[in-house]
Nanobody, 116 residues
Framework: QVQLVESGGGLVQPGGSLRLSCAAS????????MAWHRQAPGKQRELVGI???????TYADPAKDRFTISRDKTKNMIYLQMNSLKPEDTAVYYC??????????WGQGTQVTVSS
């Protein structure tokens, strides 16, 4: 079983940057696919991007060229660096993991608000 704890959310002005962190614990993390999702008020949860155990990343269109996911396997941490933030990036951001046997875990989420 995997536990995920996000941190780093907050209020940022449009055009600003923010880095979210996700601390993971449990078994199977070294081969797990990790991801960030987000959910804006009144909207469905959507994928931001994925980082695989190989380090390969894929991003949803809204995140391309602005967001970067990275991973430190030695610390069981994943990060989401967000640049050029826009008001429409306002959402609760969730960390996600899927281990090799298919078991999925979610963090509790961290609020990101982009506003002047």
């Amino acid at each position: 079983q995997v536990q995920l704890v996000e941190s780093g959310g907050g209020l940022v002005q449009p055009g600003g940057s923010l880095r979210l962190s996700c601390a993971a614990s449990g078994s199977g993390l070294s081969t797990a696919a990790m991801a960030w999702h987000r959910q804006a008020p009144g909207k469905q949860r959507e994928l931001v991007g994925i980082i695989y155990d190989t380090g390969r990343t894929t991003y949803a269109d809204p995140a391309k060229d602005r967001f970067t996911i990275s991973r430190d396997k030695t610390k069981n941490m994943i990060y989401l660096q967000m640049n050029s933030l826009k008001p429409e990036d306002t959402a609760v951001y969730y960390c996600y993991s899927r281990v090799a046997d298919g078991f999925v875990s979610w963090g509790q989420g961290t609020q990101v608000t982009v506003s002047s």
